[in-house]
């Protein structure tokens, strides 16, 4: 049987989840042991399955956000290849099972939040119910599990009617998830407990494997104050050391760390080769593996939205797999490993890891297929509304670049909603990229035509209707804004907002820290910004509250609060193009730049 952590309920054993599915068979590694000549440990094998950051994108994503790159075999080259759709991945998770009498199917967080409008006009509740039908057994929290607040993260688990949008379809009562979602370092300010389970073990055939389930400190900086009110997030590694001592006193040696923080690989193909020591990726996720427990066997993260099976030695030198499969369901990693039956522990030798790519290639599973059905008959009126023409694909997620052409597009319209007297008279407008999910595509994703903006894809492109906000700031706080993108908690990671028309400037990406910004250089509408004069700026409640690393935003006064984003690009859209007269893509020539840059976020 299964257990879950300290205040957790049981849903369902791993091993009726194989069952069910006609698992059979086993998959045989050499040990260590073995290798060095010593007698062979009998062993169980088991095989983990592991998504991350899927985010809602139960229909196949759109332009780049739809693809993953990878070698040609018989070319040599580099080349996009179509990848995602949760009819595809149940298709590709189900035959991957298939000669595995052990396997459990695993997630680094961030299955909802930011989602397509097919899922996120009903909260997310259609991703649950898809993730309960693919077979997810655990996962960890990510930051996007917190957009709607930690009581909607209970509902999402335990189930019930939305308290304010009720049920969707007459008679039927959202159930929740079969699997569980853990936050060992999310617990309530004024008890000290976990949000959430903080472990779950699975029994494979009388060996038990723990999973701790964490996301990354920083979850504050990154989410809305009222999404994170009440919690604190604790350090990952110091968490994850702390359960692995509780799992073993509780004689769990098999342990599997998620976690919701990831890193970035030289390669953006995704099989690409880490190198001896994991000497190819870079980012936050390197110091936590180094630093965790070696009683981990293995890990999986996330956050990064990027692909890597690579082996980084922990703090004593050994090498151990540490994994991610890119994100919205266009990647899955399998993870195959060796439990000693005398010891309990995962014979971290044997662990091998792979990325594969869901092809679209595969047959649908017909039952995601019926579940998109249902909710896109219940989304239609909505969806398919057209609010907008655009003349070629307008990338922002799928740019690499650090302005993105619509990123500098959603700036002119939140400047254009909220630059009028009345509406809060902004001179300059911020946005920032991590809020830019997706790219308007210019071919036709369904009857709407080529070139056609529907509502649905709008919505994919700013899923998390924030509310406008425009707050007067000082031109030296104007400056120190646009110093934090390179420094302070943007340091190591430079988040570069997108800005406005009329607001030029230049990026020295040579120099370190806050100096990468040349001072001289910032211009609004082609004069120096005044340190010493007061300017409308305008931005998002994420951004304005402080959030993604910019505090200056805070020190702002006279804030006047508007329309939803969501609204103020929808209406600009409207406004601005035709089908007589489409939006092309912006020139980008707001942000000059020196040196190489390139966006990680």
Not at 325 to 347: C, H, M, P, W
Request: hydrophobic share 40%.
């Amino acid at each position: 049987m299964s257990t879950s952590g300290q205040t957790g309920r049981y849903r369902r054993t791993a091993l009726a989840a194989a069952a069910a599915a006609g698992l059979l068979g086993t998959l045989l590694v050499p040990s260590v042991a073995e290798a060095h000549g010593h007698h062979k440990p009998k062993v169980e094998d088991l095989q983990l399955l592991a998504i991350n950051d899927f985010h809602g994108n139960l229909e196949p994503p759109a332009g780049s956000s739809g693809t993953v790159k990878e070698v040609d075999p018989a070319t040599g080259q580099v080349v996009s290849t179509p990848a995602g759709g949760v009819e595809y991945l149940a298709t590709a998770l189900r035959d991957a099972r298939k000669g595995h009498r052990n396997t459990l199917t695993v997630a680094a967080g961030d299955i909802v939040g930011a989602s397509p409008l097919l899922s996120g006009l009903f909260h997310d509740e259609p991703t649950i119910e898809a993730m309960n039908e693919l077979g997810l057994d655990v996962t960890s929290v990510g930051n996007h599990e917190f957009d709607e607040g930690s009581k909607e993260l209970l509902r999402l688990q335990d189930g019930g009617c939305h308290p304010t949008d009720g049920c969707y379809t007459k008679g039927r009562k959202f159930k929740g998830a079969d699997f569980q979602y853990l936050a060992a370092n999310v617990t309530n300010e004024k008890t000290g407990r976990p949000l959430l389970d903080p472990y779950w073990i699975a029994d494979v055939h009388g060996e038990k494997v723990g999973f701790i389930g964490v996301t990354l400190e920083g979850t504050p900086n990154i989410v809305t104050a009222a999404g994170v009110k009440g919690l604190k997030f604790g350090d990952e590694v110091e968490t994850i050391n702390k359960y692995t001592a509780v799992l073993k006193r509780k004689g769990v040696n098999a342990i599997v760390a998620l976690i919701h923080e990831g890193g970035y690989p030289a390669s953006t193909t995704y099989n690409y080769d880490c190198g001896a020591g994991g000497s190819g990726v870079s980012g936050p996720i390197v110091d936590i593996a180094k630093n965790i427990d070696p009683a981990v066997g293995a890990i999986v993260t996330g956050h990064t939205h990027n692909a890597y099976a690579c082996a980084i030695p922990d703090k004593n030198g050994v090498p151990r797999s540490v994994t991610s499969a890119a994100s919205f369901g266009r990647l899955y990693t399998e993870i195959n490993l060796q439990i000693d039956k005398r010891t309990g522990a995962i014979v971290r030798p044997s662990v091998t890891a792979a990325n594969h790519v869901v092809r679209r290639t595969v047959a649908k599973a017909p039952d995601m297929t019926k579940l998109i059905d249902t909710y896109n008959k219940l989304a239609a009126p909505i969806a398919n509304r057209p609010v907008g023409y655009i003349s070629a694909d307008i990338n922002g997620r799928g740019s690499a670049d650090l302005e993105k052409p619509l990123g500098d597009v959603i700036a002119d319209a939140q400047l254009a909603g909220t630059a009028p007297a009345d509406k809060g008279g902004a001179q300059i407008a911020f946005m920032n990229p991590g809020g830019i999910r997706s790219d308007l595509v210019y071919k036709a994703s369904a009857a709407e035509g080529d070139g056609v903006v529907t509502y649905g894809e709008a919505f994919t492109v700013q899923p998390f209707t924030n509310m406008m906000q425009v707050k007067t700031l000082t031109g030296a706080k104007v400056v120190e804004l646009l110093q934090q993108q390179v420094s302070g908690l943007n340091d190591a990671a430079p988040k570069i907002l997108q800005v406005s028309k009329g607001l030029t400037y230049t990026l020295d990406m040579t120099k370190t820290g806050a100096a990468r910004v040349v001072v001289s250089s910032i211009k609004l509408n082609g004069t120096a910004i005044d340190p010493a004069a007061s300017y409308r700026v305008a931005a998002n409640e994420f951004l304005a509250g402080g959030g993604d690393g910019f505090p200056a935003f805070t020190s702002g006064t006279n804030t006047l609060v508007g329309p939803s984003d969501l609204d103020l690009f929808n209406a600009y859209l409207g406004a601005n193009s035709s089908a007589a007269k489409p939006l092309a893509p912006p020139a980008r020539d707001r942000i000059s730049l020196v040196g190489d840059g390139t966006d990680k976020d």
